[in-house]
């Protein structure tokens, strides 16, 4: 696995098969591009099927998303992103993703802890960088990918 522990100051490549996809079920998948446990950081994409949902949630620092193909919304809101849409979430926002079209791909940039959520508003359970990082390796080799080379500090 390649790390960014140490300090550099030449800009670090990570070309297009550089990082797999892997399959999170379901035709929906998943690939980590960066961790960077010091500053909550997580840069993951995603392709999404239709029908897709991913439980309501928070999180406990701001997202950005760029969407490059498809489309999918927030349940709790009227806009929907489609190719070209950018979204900001600031830290604490709640809402509930869903897909609405095939093959729909997605770049998020988060920082902090996603914090998923019951009916209730309890949280439920936790994801962040690090543990989003130890399962995107797990399923990579598992899926015969090998340990992807995934940006880590």
């Keep these: 696995m390649s790390t960014l522990a140490t300090p550099t100051t030449e800009a670090v490549h990570r070309g297009r098969d550089d990082l797999p996809f892997v399959e999170i079920g379901g035709g929906n998948k998943?690939?980590?591009i960066q961790v960077d446990a010091g500053l909550g950081l997580w840069i993951v994409e995603n392709i999404f099927?239709?029908?897709y949902t991913v439980?309501?949630?928070r999180h406990t620092g701001p997202v950005y998303a760029y969407t490059t193909s498809g489309a999918w919304h927030y349940q709790e809101y009227d806009d929907v992103n489609r190719a070209g849409s950018f979204l900001y979430e600031p830290a604490g926002s709640v809402h509930t993703l869903e897909c609405l079209e095939p093959d729909t791909q997605v770049w998020f940039q988060?920082?902090?802890s996603n914090l998923n959520l019951d009916a209730d508003g309890n949280v439920e359970s936790v994801?962040?960088?690090p543990g989003t990082l130890e399962a995107y390796l797990a399923l990579a080799e598992a899926e015969g990918f090998g340990r992807p080379p995934v940006l880590v500090a």
Excluded: A, E
């Design 30 to 32: 998943l690939k980590v």
């Design 49 to 51: 099927q239709p029908g």
């Design 110 to 112: 988060m920082y902090g």
């Design 127 to 129: 994801f962040d960088g």
């Design 55 to 57: 439980q309501t949630h």
